[in-house]
């Protein structure tokens, strides 16, 4: 199996996940809300994103380059990521975290949020 097609794989289980969190239901049947949705994402998005940094775009840089262009702005993507699921573990007040959840649910690719 080709790293992309594990990468896609694992795309298809995000989208799911990210549209489950997005819906008033998934709100109300997650006990901590928020916080807990984004432990949900954390472990596997963060794996998720530091692959995709270690294999993929690495191997997409002499060609693609890494100071501009969709190398620079995916690994940007993914470090906000990871900067907003840290703060989205420390905030105590849940409509502060519903609103830092709805914002990275919007960073991530293929979600309308």
Do not use: C, N, W
């Amino acid at each position: 199996m080709k790293i992309t097609d594990a990468l896609l794989g694992e795309h298809g289980v995000f989208y799911v996940l990210f549209h489950h969190l997005e819906t008033p239901a998934a709100k109300d049947r997650i006990p901590d809300g928020p916080r807990d949705g984004a432990a949900l994402l954390s472990e596997g998005l963060i794996t998720h994103a530091r692959l995709e940094d270690e294999l993929l775009f690495a191997a997409l840089e002499p060609h693609l380059g890494s100071r501009a262009g969709p190398l620079a702005v995916m690994r940007l993507e993914h470090q906000e990521i990871e900067e907003g699921l840290a703060r989205l573990q420390k905030e105590r007040d849940p409509a502060a975290a519903q609103t830092l959840l709805d914002e990275l649910l919007r960073l991530t690719p293929g979600v309308s949020a």
